[in-house]
């Protein structure tokens, strides 16, 4: 082995270099914090990783390729058996939870979550409409009544973007 070589796997060794190259395929399935690919050569692999560890912690970035979508992984023993999705080209979900604080977003349905371990933003946002609705104002006459019938339908167009919106 000449001397370059040599440097070359000595710096390999000393920094854990894996000088493996990315695979490409197709998601053919998904299972949970994993995925099953199918390789450019028609290699099916199972349990290929959709997030650095597949650990069930409360603590998490998971990104969901959609099935048929094209992916790049590697590999950290420079093998099958330990690939892991770093790229895809289409998503089905991004998932983030944080210290209690959850973010998803579904593309399978349009919407968005945002939730801690009591509250989620569309409680926050119901719970606003309800008391827009029932609205009550001191005036010199005494209370007033509930809104009026075109404050109500704006109300009411409110809560329906919500819930198009948020989960």
């Avoid at 590697?74 to 979900?93: P, W």
């Avoid at 309800?130 to 019938?149: A, Q």
């Avoid at 329906?160 to 948020?166: D, F, I």
């Amino acid at each position: 082995m000449d001397t370059p070589v040599k440097i070359k796997a000595l710096l390999q060794q000393i920094v854990g270099a894996n000088s493996n190259l990315p695979i490409t395929g197709k998601v053919i399935s998904i299972e949970g914090e994993s995925c099953t690919v199918q390789l450019i050569s028609g290699l099916k692999v199972s349990d290929v990783k959709l997030k650095a560890t597949i650990n069930e912690q409360d603590n998490f970035i998971l990104v969901t390729p959609k099935e048929g979508s094209s992916v790049i992984m590697l590999s950290s023993t420079g093998d099958l058996e330990n690939l892991t999705v770093i790229k895809a080209d289409q998503f089905e979900k991004m998932e983030i939870n944080q210290g209690g604080l959850n973010i998803l977003i579904d593309s399978n349905d349009g919407k968005v979550s945002i939730k801690n371990d009591s509250v989620s933003l569309k409680e926050i946002l119901s719970d606003l409409s309800e008391l827009l609705k029932n609205i009550k104002v001191f005036t010199p006459m005494g209370p007033s009544g509930n809104p009026l019938p075109d404050s109500i339908q704006a109300i009411v167009n409110f809560e329906t973007k919500v819930n198009q919106l948020l989960k």
